[in-house]
């Protein structure tokens, strides 16, 4: 009797549910339907646009100089041609700033500077260049990289990454072997972990200096908004020149600023004598710094300019500034804070 008074109370339950579920269906405006369906629409809309990557068209990049000395436009006469800042390439190279940065990740830098943290292993296919150093496949030299390797292979490397080269971490750095995803260079690795500084989850690069090793100049930019970049500076530099033994060109990529040196002292070529020092230098890759004009001794003064920056490469790697430039982006910056984007 009990079982049978149960069913019969859940069959009226269920008959009376379904009657007002029919009599609310019924009486739905359909005005309030669509109305609905426009908005779920529009959420769907903002949704994809979010996460749509951003392109050069995307980025709104305005003047606004910190630093007013020495400033060239954005097109300027340079013997008997022109020379220019090359915004469109500048935009592109923004708009990868944006689309990396908008997952969440925990952030590295490749580091081995002057081999200090042990020469990496020799890589599967190597040759050695003019300078008669090894190199890989792509050209990055063994001395101060980090070995990258085939994810899941131990005997040797494929590739190198350059000092100062961010990445993405995807293992923690806690094991013996790291795996990487670049942001500096393309695909998923693996290394030692004596080659990786972990840099966290937290930072952001929302200062980039942009170096044309083409035209010879250098332009600072600063993030104030999503896709909303404004110019710092627009100066001449002078990058590295080919030139075996001893001058090497500022090698093309996105690098992190890792170090500073108030005074960066130099060697005279070929010794182990100091020869001068570069003011307000700020190191990027390898022994690659963004600083002032050097001079011939230890002792001597700063030196504000030089009459050959922004002619034609003629460093060792670095990119020579007008000293006050320097020291407007020695200060500007903080180290495995800010970019150094290298083009041509």
């Not at 339907?33 to 903002?46: H, I, T, W």
């Not at 994810?151 to 795996?179: C, F």
Request: glycine share 4%; charged share 25%; hydrophobic share 35%.
């Amino acid at each position: 009797m009990r079982v049978y008074f149960t069913l019969s109370l859940l069959i009226i339950v269920a008959i009376a549910w379904s009657c007002n579920h029919n009599q609310h269906a019924e009486t739905t405006d359909p005005a309030e339907q669509r109305k609905a369906d426009s908005l779920e629409m529009v959420r769907k809309a903002e949704e994809e646009e979010r996460k749509r990557p951003r392109t050069a068209d995307d980025i709104k990049l305005s003047k606004e100089l910190t630093y007013d000395k020495y400033t060239l436009e954005e097109t300027y006469p340079y013997q008997d041609t022109t020379r220019r800042f090359q915004l469109d390439k500048i935009k592109e190279k923004l708009a990868f700033v944006e689309n990396f940065q908008r997952e969440t990740a925990s952030y590295a830098v490749l580091q081995n500077r002057k081999n200090k943290n042990r020469e990496a292993p020799l890589v599967k296919n190597y040759h050695r260049n003019e300078y008669k150093l090894i190199s890989d496949s792509l050209g990055t030299e063994r001395y101060q990289a980090a070995p990258l390797y085939v994810v899941g292979e131990t005997e040797a490397p494929t590739i190198y990454g350059r000092d100062g080269a961010l990445a993405k971490l995807v293992t923690s750095d806690t094991l013996d072997r790291v795996k990487l995803k670049g942001v500096s260079f393309e695909g998923t690795w693996e290394t030692p972990k004596r080659y990786v500084k972990a840099i966290g989850d937290t930072v952001t690069f929302h200062r980039v200096a942009f170096v044309d090793v083409t035209n010879q100049n250098i332009l600072t930019t600063e993030r104030t908004g999503d896709c909303q970049w404004v110019i710092r500076s627009m100066n001449p530099a002078t990058s590295g020149v080919h030139k075996p033994p001893y001058a090497h060109e500022t090698p093309l990529g996105i690098f992190v600023i890792q170090e500073k040196k108030a005074k960066m002292f130099y060697l005279k070529d070929g010794t182990n004598t100091i020869h001068g020092y570069a003011p307000y230098a700020s190191r990027f890759t390898n022994g690659a710094y963004i600083h002032g004009v050097p001079t011939q001794s230890v002792n001597a003064p700063i030196i504000e300019h030089s009459w050959s920056l922004g002619t034609t490469p003629r460093s060792h790697m670095c990119v020579r500034n007008a000293s006050s430039h320097a020291k407007f982006v020695y200060d500007w910056t903080e180290t495995f804070n800010a970019l150094v984007i290298v083009i041509e």
